[in-house]
């Protein structure tokens, strides 16, 4: 049976990750709070955002960005979009 957790995105129980995404306490928050479903959404976001606006993750202060946006995302708090992008239609 697939393990799920309450997702701090949408608010109710989802099937969560099978590991945590990264090491440490923000990877271990991550897979106790955060689906499946919601992560693989920000890894799209993210992907969006870093081609968007040309982001080299070498540099320290475009991880931070990521970082907080990633925060803003799964908390469905305000967040930057990729400009001009339209999200398909259900």
Not at 51 to 58: A, D, M, T, Y
Request: proline share 9%; glycine share 6%.
């Amino acid at each position: 049976m697939a393990r799920t957790v309450n997702c701090r995105k949408y608010g109710k129980e989802l099937p969560g990750l099978p590991a945590p995404p990264y090491p440490g306490a923000k990877g271990q928050e991550i897979f106790e709070t955060v689906s499946l479903q919601a992560w693989q959404e920000w890894l799209a976001q993210q992907t969006m955002l870093i081609n968007e606006k040309q982001l080299s993750l070498v540099d320290p202060q475009a991880r931070e960005y990521l970082q907080q946006e990633m925060e803003k995302f799964l908390s469905n708090e305000a967040h930057d979009v990729a400009e001009g992008y339209v999200p398909p239609e259900d």
